[in-house]
């Protein structure tokens, strides 16, 4: 299956327990091979898609015609279009890598979309689009992303106690990280009251990594000192490292150990915005770094040809780092920093970009629409 000449570093990074995941899906993607490829000899074994990736592909118009044309002769709204045609890729993103989803008892073959990102702050309305959304894709394998707003956190817990999979996006704090850990908990003790197996259920819990780097870089430069151009770097690795390990204290407590020995599974850490954002950085750095059993690393293609090339993968970069991490985010705290502003202001600008984006799209939709109908 495997290609050793350009696919060794990515191998060793599966067999050292990271599940790679390609952060982008298109239907040019679905219909040349290429996903399926990726899936064959490049050690893929999940898609995840946001509305920024949505908005680059069907902005672009490739593959999207006839179905634009369909649509538009129906007279659908501009939102029915979109939902129509996002979650068409995911079904097909889906059936590609249903084999990869039976083979590993549906741990992996994982094809993610997301909650309408305007409903970002709305919990009744976020559980409604994420049922919606699974109906509509009508697949095992799919997981329905839902934003760790603090208005997503008993979206999160609702939904996964109605036994559909999620995947939890946009954290970016430690606190909040451990929040969704417990919305996930309490989920699997919702589904458990209502007779729903545990083990149907999946979840991951996507932890932002570049962006930490980029906010709190850019406020070391303002700083100006040796002591705070040193540091450059390292803020979002500490962050990340930090959060893996309350992924181990969360489930070795009794509360997420009895639900395993009802047949759950632990929600797993993975890694988002992986691709590197300063060019100064090597831009494999939020991979090679954060390698660690039982997490998933969600690349764009850059990053993914980027560490099939020259990753070196040198074994776990995460456990027993945990205290020099602590000391890193101390020390940029110490130069008047403050975590928690800049966690809090990375949140309301992912959840903005992400609304911004899929506004984008709809108009470039409704433009399209036009141009159909005129036809």
């Known amino acids: ?42 050690h893929v074994v999940g898609v995840t898609t946001n509305p920024s990736i949505f908005q680059a592909a069907i902005g672009s118009g490739e593959g999207y015609e006839d179905q634009l044309a369909d649509l538009a002769v129906r007279k659908v709204t501009v939102d029915e279009a979109v939902r129509m045609m996002t979650t068409a890729d995911v079904r097909a993103a889906a059936d590609i890598l249903r084999p990869v989803y039976d083979a590993t008892a549906g741990r ?21 689009e994420a049922k919606q959304l699974a109906w509509l894709v009508d697949r095992p394998n799919v997981m329905i992303k839902i934003p760790a707003t603090l208005a997503g956190l008993p979206a999160i817990t609702e939904v996964i106690g109605l036994g559909i999979s999620v ?40 932890f932002f990594v570049s962006r930490v780097d980029a ?49 759950a599974h632990k929600q797993r850490p993975l890694w988002a915005s992986t691709g590197v954002k300063d060019p100064a950085y090597k831009d494999t750095l939020y991979v090679v770094e954060l390698v660690a ?62 609304e911004i984006a899929w506004n984008d799209l709809l108009a470039t939709v409704t433009s399209r629409l036009e141009g159909s109908e005129a036809k």
Do not use: C
Not at 109 to 127: H, Y
Not at 180 to 186: F, G, K, T
């Open 1 to 42: 299956m495997s290609n050793a000449t350009t696919s060794s570093p990515l191998k060793s990074l599966s067999d050292e327990g990271v599940s790679i995941w390609l952060d982008d899906l298109s239907r040019k993607r679905i219909e040349s091979g290429s996903l399926a490829e990726s899936v064959a000899t490049g």
């Open 108 to 128: 992996d073959g994982r094809v993610s979309i997301e909650v309408d990102p305007r409903l970002a702050n709305e919990t009744e309305a976020t559980i409604a």
């Open 167 to 206: 995947n939890v996006t946009l954290i970016f704090s430690l606190d909040r990280y451990k929040a969704v850990m417990d919305a996930y908990l309490a989920g699997l003790e919702k589904a458990h009251e209502r007779g729903i197996d545990l083990s149907t259920i999946h979840s991951v819990a996507s």
């Open 215 to 263: 906010e709190i870089d850019k406020r070391l430069d303002k700083v100006g000192t040796d002591e705070a151009r040193a540091l450059k770097g390292k803020a979002a690795l500490a962050n990340a490292r930090l959060a893996y390990e309350a992924y181990e204290q969360v489930f070795a407590t009794e509360r997420a150990t009895t639900l395993e020995a009802a047949g």
């Open 293 to 354: 059993p039982g997490t998933v690393n969600t690349m764009p293609e850059g990053t993914l040809k980027a560490t099939a090339d020259h990753g070196e993968i040198a074994g776990d970069t995460v456990t027993g780092t945990y205290d020099a991490s602590r000391a890193d985010l101390a020390a940029v705290e110490k130069l008047g920093i403050s975590y928690d502003e800049v966690v809090q202001q990375l949140e309301d600008e992912g959840v903005s970009k992400f």
